[in-house]
């Protein structure tokens, strides 16, 4: 069965204008989060799904000198997206990973992708509860599936976001891969705010890394460590 890495990304934000085209470390955030997806073990193929549009160019552009596949549909209708990437590729198994999560771990990544092949479920995610750093999210699922909750229509909520059809369907077979908790799972590595950048930026200068992974259990206790850090981006912590 084939796997592919699914990223949805797109220059508009509210919050911070522009923000996967930002400099992180020697890299942009989307260039990370791209190089992070190709060393997922067991996937195939990193698809970079944009929206239609001229405004998408830049992130095109980038995603594709990255090696990754681009894919443009609906900007709103992000789920349609998806399934308009993996049915590009003929993915069997999709990844979805977001591009504001410029610490994905490849590793974590590759135990979602275990954990639903173990399970033969529909779907299965590393969220349900959230148990590690917000920032680390990711969720496994099949083409049939997301090809279902395509077709149920829904809300806004529903096209917007990809998966609450599939994490509340009955019909779905779900599977969860559960993390630590506690404190680590209070840690944001999410990109949203200007503050979350600082606080990325501070992370990847910590983690010392520039060609090579650090595993996010490693980076998180250094982080425990460092009170001051965390504090960066925690007046912008938020339910998940």
């Keep these: 069965m084939k796997t592919a890495v699914v990223v949805q990304a797109r220059v508009g934000s509210s919050r911070l204008p522009g923000k996967v085209l930002k400099p992180l470390g020697p890299r942009t955030v989307l260039e990370e989060v791209l190089r992070r997806c190709a060393a ?8 970079c799904a944009i929206p239609d549009g001229a405004a998408a160019e830049p992130i095109a552009r980038l995603a594709q ?9 609906p900007e709103a209708d992000v789920r349609a997206r998806y399934l308009l ?20 771990d490849p590793e974590l990544c590759a135990a979602v992708l275990a954990t639903r092949a173990a399970a033969g479920a529909d779907y299965c995610a590393n969220n349900m509860p959230p148990s590690f750093p917000h920032g680390l999210d990711c969720e496994a699922f099949t083409t049939p599936a997301l ?19 599939l994490r509340r369907s009955e019909g779905i077979s779900r599977a969860a891969l559960v993390g630590p908790g506690g404190a680590f799972a209070g840690q944001r590595w999410t990109l949203d705010w200007p503050e979350d ?4 930026r501070a992370a990847v200068d910590l983690a010392g890394e520039r060609d090579h992974f650090v595993p996010w259990f490693d980076l998180a206790a250094r982080l425990a460590a460092r009170p001051d850090l965390l504090a960066i981006n925690s007046v912008r912590q938020q339910a998940r």
């Design 85 to 104: 990437a993996a049915d590009a590729v003929g993915a069997d198994i999709v990844l979805r990973v977001t591009s504001d999560c410029p610490l994905i």
């Design 197 to 200: 950048l600082d606080f990325l």
């Design 40 to 47: 997922v073990p067991g996937a195939g193929i990193v698809v």
């Design 147 to 165: 090809r279902r909750a395509v077709a149920s229509d829904g809300s806004d909520d529903d096209r917007e976001h990809v998966t609450p059809w």
């Design 65 to 73: 000198a990255a090696g990754a596949v681009v894919v443009r549909g």
